[in-house]
């Protein structure tokens, strides 16, 4: 949705606080043995992030109706500043990852798991935000293949290179859209 210059950026603030803060109280339960776990579990969380990454995109932005009006505003105006208010998307994680995942697996495992989502997340948010607003300044080799694979996904008849931070799950499921424009699996 539309959103104010402070609640477009409040993102790059709020997350590092709110992991700050996860990480902080999963502190006292730190050992050598659990931090491995905690560490494994915050790339699950990662790789787990680029996954929702490229469904949430694909499926709930551009084929649900609910959603898809809203990221229709992106693909018109890609300057203008679009996004999730950061008490949505921190209380959709919180409900739909930490909470279901403390029961089921403990706080220790669902901080980590949690942790990796939200950094994955609050990289995206960057990554998207610097592919758009910063294209007329010099950019690092990364981040100029990471834009010309999201131009792509603006500007190519076909439909693909839904994900931002990674071509990952575009390979894996056949939506990867090549540099000349064609679908990588097409014949
Ligand atoms: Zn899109
Ligand atoms: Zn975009």
């Known amino acids: ?34 931090a491995r776990e905690w560490l494994a ?10 996954f929702l990454e490229y469904v949430l995109h694909r499926i709930a932005l551009h084929r649900m109706p609910v959603f898809s009006p809203m990221h229709s ?3 018109g105006a890609p300057l ?9 998307s921190v209380s959709v994680w919180v409900g739909a ?17 949690t942790v990796g989502v939200m950094v994955g997340y609050w990289w995206y948010g960057y990554v998207h935000h610097v592919i758009h607003h910063h ?9 100029s293949a990471l834009r010309a694979w999201h131009m792509r996904h603006h500007h190519s008849p076909k439909r693909g290179n839904f994900g931002v931070t990674t ?10 859209i090549s540099a000349q424009g064609k679908a990588v699996t097409s014949p």
Request: charged share 5%.
């Open 97 to 113: 990852i930490l909470l279901p995942l403390w029961w089921w697996a403990g706080f220790h495992v669902a901080n980590g798991i």
């Open 80 to 88: 203008d500043l679009i996004g999730t208010p950061s008490w949505v």
């Open 167 to 176: 071509h990952l799950w575009d390979y894996v499921f056949g939506t990867a």
């Open 1 to 34: 949705m539309q959103l104010s210059k402070f609640s477009y950026y409040s993102d790059f603030v709020v997350y590092p606080v709110v992991v700050i803060s996860l990480v902080a109280a999963n502190f006292s339960h730190i050992t050598w043995p659990t």
């Open 73 to 75: 505003l992106h693909h």
């Open 41 to 50: 579990a915050g790339l699950a969380g990662l790789l787990l992030w680029t």
């Open 135 to 143: 294209s007329r300044k010099p950019s690092s080799a990364y981040f």
